[in-house]
Each structure stands twice: as structure tokens, then as C-alpha cells.
């Protein structure tokens, strides 16, 4: 097979893979997890059910695959945001307000029975292990900058972090959010020496 043709063909498959996970997503969000059907997602998609069996075994398996793209992106989207900030701190309230929007926006829109789905079992304790060295990281180089309190270990400023921020999936709205996110960066003893993104 020609590279351009086998080219081709693995673009159309990440195609119509990427359309049966936003799919599923959205429907689970829509109908609750048990509400959601593998006819259902293959008409949605525009594809026949036997295209969809090619690509996903069942229902759940689709929505912890897609939960997985979501991990992967906001775990991108919060590199992102360190790497472009002007100092470490200003690098670690980006991370902060990031993560709080993440879980406020999981917050609102999932559906109670597609969380318990997806946020269970051994990929799921990767992913908040993952997490939690990508604050502590932010974390350290806040602290060796003289921008973050030095008299509480780092890993534990981190999982703080992250769980206190887990809050914003109850948030009422983006008000309230970021003062989440200020109520944590003064616990840290935060200072942002230049005007990070998003800081006021």
C-alpha cells in the first residue's frame, strides 16, 4: 500500500474515531451513562453499527477512551500555561486557575453516573499520580524561586492543591471559582512577582 494511501486511511480512522468518542460524550452527558446505546452513538455519528464494533467493543469503553483524550489534553493545557508564564509563581497560579475551570466545568456538565465511571480503577490512580507531580513540579520551582512558603514539604502543597481545587466543581459560578483559586495561592504564601496569565 502506498504511504500516502496508508496515510490516508489511518487519518480516516482517527477521523471516525474521534467522532464516535465526542459522540458517546456528549449523549452520556445528555442521557446518563445507562442511557446511551451503541445504535444510538452509530446513528449520532453517521456510521453503521458494524463501522462502530470495529472501533469499540461497548459503550464504556468508549467513554473511558474519551475520558482519556480529555486527561491528556488538559494535562497539555496546564503545561501550556506553566511553560508560558513570565516566574515560576505567576507559571503556578496559571496551573491553579487552570485546574480549578477544568473542575468546574467537569462539574456542570457531567453526568453524576459518567464520573463514577470514569474517575475509578487503575488509570485513573495514574492519572491523579501524574497530576500530582506535574503541581509538585510547578510547586518546587515556585518554592526554589522564593515564591512559595518553604516550611511545608512539596509533594504535600501539591495534593493539597489539587484537592482543594476540586472544589470548583460545586462553584455556583466563575466568581466564586476564582476565589477558590486565591483562598489556595494565599495558603501557599503565593507571590507572583509579575503579572502571570489571567492574574489580577
Request: negative net charge; glycine residues 10%.
Amino acid at each position: 500500500m502506498p504511504k500516502l494511501w496508508k496515510d490516508t486511511v489511518a487519518e480516516h480512522r482517527r477521523d471516525v474515531r474521534a467522532a464516535i468518542l465526542e459522540t458517546a460524550w456528549m449523549l452520556a452527558g445528555e442521557h446518563g451513562v445507562r442511557g446511551v446505546t451503541m445504535g444510538l452513538v452509530a446513528e449520532r455519528a453517521g456510521i453503521s453499527r458494524a463501522t462502530l464494533y470495529k472501533y469499540f467493543r461497548g459503550v464504556d469503553d468508549m467513554l473511558v477512551a474519551g475520558h482519556a483524550e480529555h486527561v491528556a489534553q488538559h494535562f497539555t493545557h496546564l503545561e501550556g500555561l506553566r511553560d508560558e508564564a513570565s516566574s515560576a509563581g505567576a507559571g503556578l497560579y496559571a496551573m491553579l486557575q487552570g485546574y480549578a475551570r477544568i473542575c468546574f466545568h467537569r462539574g456542570s456538565s457531567a453526568a453524576s453516573d459518567l464520573h463514577g465511571l470514569v474517575h475509578r480503577g487503575d488509570q485513573h490512580r495514574r492519572n491523579s499520580a501524574d497530576l500530582t507531580v506535574l503541581f509538585a513540579k510547578a510547586v518546587r520551582d515556585a518554592q526554589e524561586s522564593g515564591q512559595v512558603r518553604p516550611d511545608v514539604a512539596t509533594e504535600e502543597l501539591a495534593a493539597y492543591s489539587i484537592h482543594a481545587l476540586e472544589a470548583a466543581g460545586q462553584a455556583s459560578g466563575a466568581d466564586e471559582v476564582d476565589r477558590l483559586v486565591d483562598l489556595v495561592a494565599e495558603s501557599l504564601h503565593l507571590r507572583v512577582e509579575t503579572a502571570g496569565p489571567g492574574h489580577h
